[in-house]
């Protein structure tokens, strides 16, 4: 019913004429928006210079260079070697690899609600929503799934303090599942993206730095959702520890498909030569869009606005969730999401069933594109980095007005 058209900033045509604002972002990819004019020009640069330098070919290619040289600026001093891809299950997938082989052990801790892609090694990580798994096992061996913090549907509800229960059972699951002599790595998004953008409890990253420490595992960030300034800062961790891998995609090239795996430079050094490539990977193009969006963000102060945006939206939410069910507003920075539900007389917090697919349908009947998150009545918003305080509050309004 929706043909788009053409994009510009926070805004997207369709063929009919109908604007609309959009706080999906291509699930959060467009960081810098809609065709900003200097990715645009980027992309247009480089596709006159060279379109194809293929990885195995080139070693390196320019726009190669230039990212690189961003990347040193950006990531964390510890993750100095980086592999390029195409898309965030494509490295996922290849930190599996990284972790398995640098380590010599083989199962992989995941944790549930999680969404790392849905390519086979990926999929077998992925249990945010059963429709991503649903008909196509058996998957691959050598994974185990720990629960997540999910505070607010807890029985001991102890108001954002985690009771420690989720700890306790990864810490039982090393006894139980995985010995930590064949456990690899522990693999998560330092906010939960697609279960529900969860953000964890103050305490739990740290906690699984140190148990990975102890036991000789590899800690690996997934930060493909939560990563390039989306939650005010560069990388969702920096709020909370440091990783041994960090994964990036989506909001990285503004749109271009393009992906990458930050590591320490050991965990490459012990990979020989053809153990991870790909025809596409490091594309020129992509390159080029990436330094570019790096570029916006930084000299733009897309960090600061990310951070103001999100308490101004933040703030509009809350003030909403005075007069409807809200029962939950979570996230940074502009990854942010509301929560719908009511105490239950049997005690704990639901909704009615379909009450996010609901609100989005009738947010695009109103020129305003959302998206749900997790298997609970939960609805996010991800707006381009860059979005202005009047159309936060025009996201609002238009929201108040599907609440209604």
């Not at 060279?50 to 080139?58: R, S």
Request: charged fraction near 15%.
């Amino acid at each position: 019913p929706v043909v788009a058209d053409r994009g510009a900033g926070s805004y997207v045509w369709s063929t009919d004429g109908r604007k609309h604002l959009d706080f999906a972002c291509g699930i959060g990819v467009l960081s810098t928006g809609h065709c900003h004019p200097r990715v645009v020009k980027a992309i247009q640069e480089q596709a006159a210079q060279i379109i194809m330098a293929q990885q195995n070919i080139f070693p390196a290619s320019r726009p190669m260079v230039d990212l690189l040289q961003r990347l040193d600026r950006i990531m964390p001093p510890q993750l100095t070697s980086h592999f390029f891809c195409n898309s965030g299950a494509e490295a996922v997938e290849n930190a599996m690899k990284i972790a398995r082989n640098y380590t010599g052990k083989q199962n992989i801790i995941a944790f549930d609600g999680a969404y790392h892609g849905r390519t086979y090694g990926a999929m077998s990580l992925t249990t945010s929503k059963t429709v991503y798994r649903q008909t196509f096992g058996p998957f691959p061996s050598g994974v185990v799934t720990a629960p997540y913090p999910y505070c607010l549907h807890c029985k001991t509800r102890q108001a954002r303090q985690c009771c420690g229960g989720p700890l306790e059972s990864l810490e039982w699951m090393l006894k139980t599942h995985s010995a930590p002599s064949e456990t690899a790595a522990i693999i998560l998004e330092p906010i939960l993206g697609e279960g529900g953008f969860l953000t964890p409890p103050p305490g739990f990253l740290g906690a699984l730095r140190a148990l990975c420490d102890k036991h000789g595992m590899l800690l690996i960030f997934d930060e493909v959702q939560c990563g390039v300034g989306r939650t005010g800062k560069w990388w969702g961790h920096q709020h909370l520890t440091d990783p041994d891998v960090l994964l990036f995609a989506k909001g990285i090239a503004s749109g271009v498909p393009f992906a990458g795996v930050s590591a320490k430079p050991q965990l490459y050094d012990k990979m020989s030569a053809g153990m991870m490539g790909g025809t596409y990977g490091g594309s020129a193009i992509g390159c080029a869009a990436a330094a570019a969006t790096i570029d916006v963000v930084t000299e733009e102060g897309l960090l600061q606005n990310a951070a103001e945006r999100g308490q101004q939206l933040a703030a509009g939410l809350l003030k909403l969730g005075e007069k409807y069910p809200i029962a939950d507003v979570r996230g940074r920075g502009l990854m942010l999401a509301a929560e719908f539900g009511e105490p239950q007389p049997g005690g704990g917090i639901a909704a009615r069933p379909h009450t996010a697919a609901d609100l989005a349908h009738a947010a695009g009947q109103r020129g305003l594109l959302l998206l749900g998150a997790g298997a609970r009545e939960t609805i996010r918003f991800l707006p381009p980095l860059n979005v202005s305080e009047g159309e936060v509050e025009e996201g609002l309004a238009i929201f108040e007005q599907c609440l209604e």
